[in-house]
């Protein structure tokens, strides 16, 4: 099969187009035709080498976490699927025309939904979905602050936080207000405004995805008691901000929540944009277009 291959932490060039072996499903896998993968910053951050701290890897090593596609076949004594099913997973190694996928971490894709832009969805899906469930563990008539609800992580977070009846505060840019508004949040909150900030009084938790100055300033926001969740890491302040549980959320594969999600694609109730759909031989050019920032997408066809 084709793959983007990474021999050596780098620069997005040293993605390189070559021929691999096919891999094998063994018990308990699935092997999926690649449709589509997404591009994410830890694909990126792992590249680099930024993150040989909490994600080392071995070369030569195939990148990507989200993919879309068909069941090609099972391994031995699995069972949940068969060839042709439309499937999509947040698992390893999707930037191959072939990939290998626990059939536990593997959710059927809802009929209605296209294939290829269905890989938009897992990672950052259950990674916004996990940040309020499991992270601030929001209950109903709470206030949560969603920061950085404008990208897929975000958007997921308010969709679940509005789900479970909390009281939903959508934090975005200025720039970004408006389209903030159609998120469906109870409050669009611009936090590069420091009138508005000021404005802000004392709320249950924070769903954190951005981190930096803008997380110090909202954890100071958090009454004592509540929590501030994050995919960022810590604020640097938290040490100063002892009452509040401050969390770090690393998204783990969730097959039944990935396929609530995707239904709830289907239903308009969530969407993620996307920008860009380059071929897998372009795999180093899309990535250094997603490098460069944005909220929408950038996806592999496969």
């Given at each position: ?223 004592p008691g509540g929590i501030f969740a994050s995919v960022t890491g ?27 999600l995707a239904e709830d694609v289907l239903a308009g109730h969530l ?32």
């Amino acid at each position: 099969m084709k793959a983007a291959v990474l021999h050596e932490y780098g620069p997005a060039t040293n993605l390189k187009y070559e021929d691999v072996p096919d891999p094998v499903p063994a018990e308990g896998e699935v092997l999926v035709r690649v449709a589509a993968a997404s591009i994410n910053p830890i694909d990126y951050k792992v590249r680099a080498g930024h993150a040989q701290s909490f994600y080392p890897v071995e070369f030569p090593v195939i990148l990507g976490c989200d993919l879309s596609g068909t069941v090609r076949s099972l391994g031995p004594n699995t069972s949940g699927f068969q060839p042709g099913d439309r499937v999509i997973a947040l698992t390893s190694a999707t930037y191959a025309e072939l990939a290998i996928v626990k059939a536990s971490d593997l959710a059927l894709l809802p009929e209605g939904l296209d294939l290829v832009e269905s890989a938009a969805l897992p990672l950052v899906t259950i990674t916004g979905s996990q940040l309020i469930t499991l992270g601030t563990k929001i209950q109903p008539g709470q206030t949560v602050l969603v920061a950085g609800a404008i990208g897929g992580v975000g958007r997921s977070a308010v969709w679940t936080a509005k789900k479970a009846g909390a009281t939903v505060i959508a934090g975005v840019r200025k720039s970004q207000l408006k389209e903030a508004e159609t998120l469906g949040a109870d409050i669009v909150l611009a936090l590069d405004d420091a009138t508005a900030m000021q404005r802000l009084g004392f709320i249950d938790a924070v769903a954190d995805a951005v981190g930096g100055p803008t997380a110090e300033l909202l954890l100071a926001k958090v009454k004592p008691g509540g929590i501030f969740a994050s995919v960022t890491g810590d604020p640097a302040n938290a040490a100063m901000n002892p009452t509040v549980q401050v969390t770090f959320l690393a998204a783990t594969p969730d097959a039944p929540a990935l396929r609530t999600l995707a239904e709830d694609v289907l239903a308009g109730h969530l969407k993620i944009p996307i920008a860009r759909m380059l071929p897998l031989d372009q795999a180093a050019e899309a990535q250094a277009l997603a490098e460069k920032g944005g909220i929408a997408k950038v996806l592999l066809l496969c």
